[in-house]
């Protein structure tokens, strides 16, 4: 039997993940996995975008920490002086919309990053494809 990747070489294995046989060249290790190098490619470009996504969404969590504790400090300093209840209602207002701001950039952003490696995974299975 031959390599799916390699047709001179003779197949020493097969991938956990996509079940194609493969060669001494093409065998690596990952995770404690013996996996073609098409499927590490993938896993990793996986994992950039759960990392992605996992990384963005702590910023919006973060910014919505703060818009929450801006409503409490209002709330506590509601007896205050006239100038610190302004200064209140410019953190209860402003810090929402630059929330809002963040989310958005951060979204798109990661939109973006995740489309690039979907573009990145997509190219790689049909690089595979055209091995087959």
């Known amino acids: 039997m031959r390599c799916s990747y ?35 490619k993938v896993l990793k470009l996986t994992a950039q975008i759960k990392e992605t996504r996992k990384k963005y969404g702590g910023y919006c969590i973060g910014l919505l920490m703060i818009m929450f504790v801006s409503i409490i400090v209002a709330v506590v300093q509601e007896g205050e002086s006239r100038a610190t209840a302004i200064l209140v209602l410019v953190l209860a207002v402003g810090v929402p919309i630059i929330a809002a701001l963040f989310s958005i950039t951060f979204a798109l952003r990661s939109r973006r990053i995740q489309k690039e490696l979907q573009l990145r995974i997509d190219k790689l299975r049909s690089q595979q494809s055209s091995v087959r």
């Open 6 to 40: 390699h047709p001179n070489n003779e197949a020493a294995g097969t991938c956990v993940t996509c079940g194609r046989l493969i060669c001494n060249e093409c065998m690596n290790q990952y995770e404690g996995r013996i996996l073609c190098n098409y499927c590490i």
